[in-house]
């Protein structure tokens, strides 16, 4: 008892911390989010007042798709953080339902409407890069949900994920096999940007070692086609050493594999989702999960309304927290919430139990 | 009492299927100042160019009695041929695939006797893995003179009513001005009949395969344009889209059934929808919900017979 309160109220700081910090810390330089989730990687600052406006502002989003409870929960929270904020007067959320040709409608469709600021999170940066550079044109700032490289010119770019994302599963599984073995390598959605440069982090990872990628399948981020496909992989046999996730719901799904076929689990990588902790925790798997932190779609509105505000930011973002680790694992799970919640979150303790209560 | 469903056998046009769109237009025009303008107007047309092309081309196999689900693999494929090619040869590659594709669906709907929504399922999934091997990551540069094609203006009119028009054009006269059309219709309603009476089924089915396919080409190399870079899913949503065009439209997913009016009048009405439901800011999470919807109303107001039943 003593413990779960313990956990809860180290939840509770963290969530309270999230929504709290970053406007207290606002005076000498934004905080989109708390030192530790986010970071700064860029020494360049936009000008100050090049793109301060008089409220209200209208800022649209041109979000991939909807699809999974990470997405959910961060529209939820977009969404939470633009309403407590008076000054924004519309908020134009679009989803592109994973299509490349919606999204570039979504953004014309925005752009159309006038908006006072942007914030796109691209499928691929080689697809939007007309619709923003029309948007820059007409003295619109961009905030890109993602990573542009030397593709995607946008005025601050916040993101967390990609490369540091599957290098830090690629690099458990390294230690923990010694270097050498079988893995699996379960893959997101495949063609998306993300899902690639996640894959590219951990095959660096395992760079030089003597491990090998026994099978690669695509499940989709999902439960239910990562379940598929680990029944099939179990019941053919294959050895395997350690699995390697793209994160999501994919893990949990497989370790319910080893369960229901008796097979001694491995080494296996997740997500910050409350269902795979809860799984992990249950299951003693030895595991490691990055975090992706739904809090990033509100520190795009935090990042757009700065801006609008006149107010100087670096360049780009980053978010890169020390990963979820078999010593770490209490402090991040929740056994009051259901398997939907992912940490670490920008809403209020209430607004949490509410949306993901058992 | 205005009869919605009442239309005709052959063309499959009931007022439900123009009053659908032109009342969404009269909705969104009187509804939202942002609908009306001109740049707006003109986003709608490039928006729904793609779509347009290539359900004029699902609509020609529709009428003759078949279906094509590889339709947006073909799209995505051409996509990635034509940033990975040379860009003199880009083209002439993606058509000679488009032809291969529906040559090989049309052979194996006809020779060796495989229903078509099966036939096009194994190509779709082949073309899609193909795409993805040729060009994983979405990006790469598009050739110069296809941009311009896709997305200049002739004064003031966007090149994509142009595309739009030429594919209508076309679509209407092999359909409607000429002895092909007159044939696919034939074999759509009755295959053997159609053959009794001289007509070559196997040939012509091939034939309506190899345009859709050809369509689909065309449809691929105008988006992967507008959008300035390829990607290997591009073309994903188009196959079911197509299809819900069609359904839209009073296409008789049976065969014998259907009319370019009514695949243009579909083809609008998905398009209107996606973009007033941006403009009037509906949640994402209920936009699909809305338009299946539209999709059971509009199919509900048809006749049982009309929609391949």
Known sequence: MTNLLRKGAANLYLSLAVSLAAPAMAEDEIQLLPPGLIEATSPNMTPADKFKKN????????????????????????????SSNPNIGEFLFTEANWQPAKQVADLEDLLVQKVDALIVAPLAPALVKDQVAKALAAGIPVVNFGTGGDILATTVEVMGGGERFGEVGGKFLREKLGGKGTIWAFRGI???????????GFRKAIEGSDI?????????????????????????????????????????????????????????TGESNNGFLRAWKDAGVDGAAPIFTPGLGPATVRAAVALLEGKSLHTHYYSSPAPITNQNLDEYYRPDLNDAFWVTSTLPDDKIKEMFAK | MLDLARGSRRTGLSPIVLVLPVALFVLLYLSSGTFRSLENLANVNSQVAALMIASLGQGIVAISGGIDLSVGSVMSLTSAILVTADPAWGVPIALAM???????????????????????????????????LLHPVPGGEVPGYLRALAVSQVAGVPAAFFWCGAAILLAWHLLGRSRFG??????????????????????????????????????????????????????????????????????????????????????????????????????????????????????????REAIGA
Request: hydrophobic share 50%; proline share 4%; with cysteine.
């Open chain 1, 212 to 268: 090998q990628i026994g099978t690669e399948v695509y499940g989709d981020w999902n439960y239910a086609k990562g379940k598929q496909l680990c029944e099939n992989l179990v019941l053919s046999g294959q050895p395997v050493d350690g699995i390697w996730f793209s994160g999501a719901d994919m893990t949990r799904a497989c370790i319910d594999v080893f369960a229901e076929a008796g097979k001694p689990l491995v080494p296996m």
């Open chain 2, 182 to 303: 007159l044939r696919t219709y034939a074999v759509g309603a009755n295959p053997v009949s159609a053959g009794r009476n001289g007509i070559a089924v196997t040939r012509l089915k091939v034939a309506c395969f190899v345009l859709c396919s050809l369509s689909a080409v065309v449809a691929g190399i105008f988006l992967t344009a507008r959008v300035g870079a390829g990607d290997a899913t591009m073309g994903a949503p188009y196959s079911l889209d197509t299809v819900t065009a069609m359904a839209l439209g009073g296409i008789q997913l049976a065969g014998g059934s259907g009319s370019v009016l009514g695949i243009v009048a579909g083809v609008l009405t998905l398009g209107l929808i996606s973009n007033g439901m941006n403009l009037m800011g509906v949640s994402p999470f209920l936009r699909a919900a809305v338009t299946g919807a539209l999709l059971l109303v509009a199919i509900g107001l048809q006749r």
């Open chain 2, 98 to 132: 488009g032809a291969a594709v529906g040559l090989v669906n049309g052979f194996g709907v006809t020779l060796f006797k495989v229903h078509p929504l099966v036939m096009t399922l194994a190509t779709m999934t082949f073309v899609q893995g193909v795409a993805l």
């Open chain 1, 55 to 82: 409220p209200p502002w209208k800022i649209g989003v041109s979000f991939v798709g909807v699809g999974n409870t990470w997405i959910v929960q961060m529209i939820e929270e977009m969404k939470r953080e633009a």
């Open chain 1, 190 to 200: 495949a063609g998306v940007e993300e899902e690639k440069q996640r894959y590219d």
